[in-house]
């Protein structure tokens, strides 16, 4: 049996859980709310204040999406309760983060300002014009985004300027040397 798929999913009051005929783990909780769409070989229960997920059978295939999905509803019980973030930076002469509306305005070096349309379910917060910390309750889709700003200017190894992640490491490289 999966390791991963066989321990239960907890979840305290302030979130709901429920498991539709369609087979879908709905999670309701103070942040959002998200619902993981299950494989037809893996069923879902909720009993006392947990998820338990089994399989029709032992087929590798099955083995792998009971882990996985156990893991998609853990992430959803975290992301409405708790919720998931990313912290990014920019470093560079004069770049920068302004937030307009539902539209994130960033300078990074180039001719013209880049606009990102911040989608719905993230929150975007700019502290000092030069650290962003995106937030939102789909860990997927935080993830995706901060990917996203984070492809406008990605971080180069001679000056370490672009846009990077809070907790990530620029491995620098010598520039070039004057021979004689």
């Given at each position: 049996?999966s390791?991963i798929?066989?321990a239960p999913?907890f979840f305290?009051d302030k979130?709901?859980?429920?498991?539709?005929?369609?087979?879908e783990?709905v999670?309701?909780?103070?942040k959002d709310?998200?619902?993981?769409?299950?494989?037809?070989?893996i069923?879902a229960?909720?009993e006392?204040?947990?998820?338990?997920?089994?399989?029709?059978?032992?087929?590798?295939?099955?083995r792998a999406?009971?882990?996985?999905?156990?893991?998609?509803i853990?992430?959803?019980?975290?992301?409405?309760?708790?919720?998931w973030?990313?912290?990014?930076?920019?470093?560079?002469v004069?770049?920068?983060?302004?937030i307009k509306?539902?539209?994130?305005?960033?300078n990074?070096?180039?001719s013209?300002p880049?606009?990102?349309?911040?989608?719905?379910?993230i929150?975007?917060t700019?502290?000092?014009?030069?650290?962003?910390?995106?937030?939102?309750?789909?860990?997927?889709?935080?993830g995706q985004?901060?990917?996203k700003?984070?492809?406008?200017r990605?971080p180069e190894?001679?000056?370490?300027?672009g846009?990077?992640?809070?907790?990530?490491?620029?491995?620098?490289?010598?520039?070039?040397?004057?021979?004689?």
């Amino acid at each position: 049996m999966s390791r991963i798929g066989r321990a239960p999913v907890f979840f305290d009051d302030k979130v709901q859980v429920t498991v539709t005929p369609n087979n879908e783990v709905v999670v309701k909780g103070g942040k959002d709310t998200e619902t993981v769409k299950l494989q037809p070989t893996i069923k879902a229960r909720v009993e006392n204040g947990q998820v338990v997920l089994t399989r029709e059978n032992d087929e590798p295939k099955n083995r792998a999406f009971h882990g996985l999905y156990r893991a998609l509803i853990q992430n959803a019980v975290t992301g409405v309760s708790k919720g998931w973030s990313k912290d990014l930076e920019l470093n560079g002469v004069g770049y920068r983060a302004n937030i307009k509306g539902k539209v994130l305005e960033l300078n990074l070096g180039y001719s013209h300002p880049i606009n990102f349309d911040i989608p719905a379910g993230i929150e975007i917060t700019v502290d000092k014009q030069t650290k962003l910390s995106v937030k939102g309750a789909n860990k997927e889709l935080v993830g995706q985004v901060a990917a996203k700003i984070r492809d406008f200017r990605p971080p180069e190894p001679y000056l370490g300027k672009g846009v990077k992640y809070a907790d990530e490491y620029i491995k620098r490289k010598a520039g070039k040397s004057a021979s004689k």
